[in-house]
C-alpha cells in the first residue's frame, strides 16, 4: 500500500543549529502538507506544496517539494526553543482526500 | 466556535463498552475527517465525510466503528464493544474544501483521549 517514510525519527539540536526533515513517498504525491504538533497538543497546519519541485518559505522555514513529487523535505534555519514539537508530512494522491502521515520527526532544541 | 471542538477530552471505558465521540467542526466546513493516533506514531485516516455523507470510510478498521454526520455539521464517532487495542487519541478535522488538489488545510480538534481497561 502507498507509504510514506519520515527521516529522522528524533532530532536533538542546539539552539542557532540547522535542522531538516525528510518525506519519501513509495508513490507519486498530488500534494504535500507539513503540520507541527507540540508535546500534548494537536497536528497544526502549515504549508501545502503541490507544484513539482515547488520551494516555499516561511519565516526560517523552507519546504521543498521534489521534481518527481516523491520527496519533500522542511528545513529549519537557526532553531529556537520555539521549534520543539513534532513534524509531520502528510501527502494525498489523485483526486481523493485522503491524506497518508508519516511517522513525524521529532524535534528536540536544547537552549 | 472557533475551531473545531471535540468531546469528551478523554473517556475512560471497560472492554465491551460502547463508547460515543462527538465532533463539531468549524461553521462551514463541508469536509470533516476522524483520525486517531497512538503514542509516537502519525494520525491513522478513519474516515472523511463530505457533507453528510461518509465519502471515504476505508479506514474504519472493522464493523465495530461507525460515523455519522446527520446534519452535514456535528459528527459522532461510535465504537461498540470496545477493546483494549482502540486506545488512541482520536483526532477530528474539517476543512473547507476548494476545487482544488487535496484536501486544504486541515483544522484538528484537541482530540478524545480514549482509555480502554
Known amino acids: 500500500g502507498q507509504q510514506v517514510m519520515q527521516i529522522p525519527q528524533y532530532q536533538h539540536v542546539q539552539e542557532g543549529e540547522d535542522f531538516t526533515t525528510y518525506c519519501n513517498s513509495s508513490?507519486?504525491?498530488?500534494?504535500i502538507q507539513w503540520y507541527k504538533q507540540r508535546p500534548g497538543g494537536h497536528p497544526v497546519f502549515l504549508i501545502q506544496?503541490?507544484?513539482s519541485g515547488e520551494v516555499k518559505k516561511q519565516k526560517r522555514l523552507t519546504f521543498q517539494f521534489g521534481e518527481a513529487k516523491k520527496n519533500s523535505s522542511l528545513h529549519i534555519t537557526a532553531t529556537q526553543t520555539t521549534d520543539v514539537g513534532t513534524y509531520f508530512c502528510a501527502g494525498g494522491t489523485g483526486n481523493n482526500r485522503k491524506l497518508i502521515w508519516g511517522l513525524g520527526t521529532s524535534l528536540a532544541v536544547n537552549p | 466556535g472557533a475551531g473545531v471542538s471535540q468531546t469528551p477530552s478523554n473517556k475512560v471505558t471497560e472492554k465491551g463498552k460502547y463508547v460515543e465521540l462527538r465532533c463539531d467542526p468549524i461553521?462551514?466546513?463541508?469536509?470533516l475527517y476522524w483520525y486517531r493516533q497512538s503514542l509516537g506514531q502519525g494520525p491513522e485516516f478513519l474516515i472523511y465525510?463530505?457533507?453528510?455523507?461518509?465519502?471515504?470510510d476505508s479506514g474504519l478498521p472493522n464493523d465495530r466503528f461507525f460515523a455519522v454526520r446527520p446534519e452535514g455539521s456535528v459528527s459522532t464517532l461510535k465504537i461498540q464493544r470496545t477493546e483494549r487495542g482502540d486506545s488512541a487519541v482520536y483526532l477530528c478535522a474539517s476543512s473547507l474544501l476548494t476545487d482544488g488538489v487535496g484536501t486544504g488545510e486541515l483544522f484538528f480538534g484537541e482530540g478524545s483521549r480514549l482509555t480502554v481497561l
Open positions: 506544496l503541490v507544484k
Open positions: 461553521s462551514g466546513h463541508t469536509a
Open positions: 465525510f463530505q457533507g453528510t455523507g461518509a465519502a471515504d
Open positions: 508513490t507519486t504525491l498530488s500534494n
